[in-house]
């Protein structure tokens, strides 16, 4: 198990900072005795590049804990601790998670889909992103290019159209193929984001 960011367990002050995003505010089902060291095993396992199984058994049961991230993944937790990482300030205990959250965020992005993708491009944090940013898709580009090639395809004029196909056609399908992202990110280029 390599260490891929610095993480040590989570400070009184972080876990203060962190706390209300993970805690629900309804009290339904039974409550977790064991909340922190939870996050530390999550935060933990995700500054490795290590998988689930792997994880430590001073932090409990990695089934246990890995069903706990996917709850908290579902739940939108990382989507709000990246908006909570725009708006807090440099000094807040959770700018000095910076990394591991994205890290989280990274791996949320499997189970959450383009939603987490699209929130990390639009706030600027591309260390956020699945893969490095062009090999990322690009929703918002995909809109643009969409709207570009509508305008052109409902000009009045009948020929523009086609001389815009003739001129710029290839030249967008490489773009829109760009946009798209990679439909499937090597393991080997994920390995080499920190």
Known sequence: MKQRVPFSALTDRQWAALRP??????????????????????????????????????????????????????????????????????????????????????????LRGLGIIVLARRLGFHQALPGPSWLVADPDLS?????????????PDPGRFRRFILDWGATFRKVFVTAGGRPNMPRSIRLLMA
């Open 143 to 155: 809109k643009s290019l969409v709207a570009l090639f509508r305008r052109e395809f409902e000009h």
């Open 21 to 110: 995003y993970v805690v629900k505010d309804h009290p339904a089902g039974r409550p977790m005795r064991d909340l922190r060291q939870r996050m530390d095993a999550i935060l933990f396992l995700l500054s490795t590049d290590a998988p689930w199984r792997e994880l430590p058994e001073r932090y409990g049961a990695a089934g246990t804990i890995s069903r706990h991230f996917r709850r908290l993944t579902h739940a939108g937790l990382w989507e709000n601790l990246l908006i909570a990482l725009k708006e807090l300030g440099p000094l807040h205990p959770l700018q000095q998670l910076r990394p591991v959250l994205f890290r989280g965020a990274r791996r949320a992005a499997r």
